[in-house]
C-alpha cells in the first residue's frame, strides 16, 4: 500500500519525505510532544535518518509504513505528522501536531481525512489507535475519528477501534 495526497479543509496530508526534516524538527521540538510516547526531540539529521528509514519501508512485506506531514492551506507550513502501519486488515493510526498549532482541531481533521482515506481500501477492515490513559486530546481526537475504546491494554495505553467493514 502506498501513501497519497489525502486533502482535507484545511490541510494536506502529504505523503513524507526526507527533504521535510529540518521543517519537521522545528514542528516537533517541543519535549511535551513527549510526555506520554517518551524520547526526546530529534535534531533535523537525526529526523532526516529516521524519516529515511520510514520511506525506505518495513522490513517485514507484510506490513506496510504509511506517512504523511500536515501542510496547512492557508500558509503552507507543516504543523504535524499522521501515519498508518497496515498488517493485513488492520491500520494503526497515530498522530503529532506541533505545540503551537494544538488546540484548532488540527488533530482531529488529519485523523478523521486518513481515516476516511483507510476506510476507502477495500482491504482495511479494522483501523486502531493506542492511547495512554490520561491522554485526554489523544482520546478526543479517536473519538472524532470514529474509534472507541475497546478495554484492552498493551504497552500502558488503551486500544480504541473502528471496524470499517463487517
Given at each position: 500500500?502506498?501513501?497519497?495526497?489525502?486533502?482535507?479543509?484545511?490541510?494536506?496530508l502529504v505523503p513524507l519525505s526526507a527533504a521535510?526534516?529540518?521543517e519537521m524538527a522545528t514542528v516537533l521540538s517541543s519535549p511535551a510532544l513527549h510526555t506520554f510516547t517518551g524520547?526526546?526531540?530529534l535534531?533535523?539529521?537525526?529526523?532526516?535518518t529516521r524519516y529515511e528509514r520510514l520511506i525506505a519501508g518495513s522490513p517485514d512485506p507484510a506490513v506496510s509504513w504509511l506517512n504523511w506531514v500536515l501542510r496547512l492551506h492557508t500558509d503552507a507550513?507543516?504543523?504535524?505528522?499522521?501515519?498508518?502501519?497496515?498488517?493485513?486488515?488492520?491500520?494503526?493510526?497515530a498522530w503529532v501536531v506541533g505545540a503551537p498549532?494544538?488546540?484548532?482541531?488540527?488533530?482531529?481533521?488529519?485523523?478523521?481525512?486518513?481515516?476516511?482515506?483507510?476506510?476507502?481500501?477495500?482491504?482495511?477492515r479494522t483501523v486502531v489507535a493506542h492511547i495512554h490513559p490520561d491522554h485526554h486530546a489523544s482520546a478526543a481526537v479517536a473519538t472524532a475519528a470514529g474509534l472507541t475504546p475497546t478495554g484492552e491494554w498493551q504497552d500502558g495505553e488503551i486500544r480504541w477501534q473502528r471496524a470499517t467493514r463487517p
Open positions: 500500500m502506498d501513501t497519497e495526497l489525502i486533502r482535507t479543509a484545511r490541510l494536506d521535510h526534516a529540518e524520547g526526546a526531540p535534531t533535523p539529521a537525526a529526523l532526516r507550513r507543516l504543523t504535524g505528522t499522521a501515519q498508518a502501519t497496515v498488517t493485513g486488515s488492520e491500520a494503526e493510526i498549532w494544538q488546540g484548532r482541531g488540527l488533530a482531529s481533521e488529519a485523523a478523521q481525512g486518513l481515516v476516511s482515506w483507510l476506510t476507502a481500501r477495500p482491504a482495511i
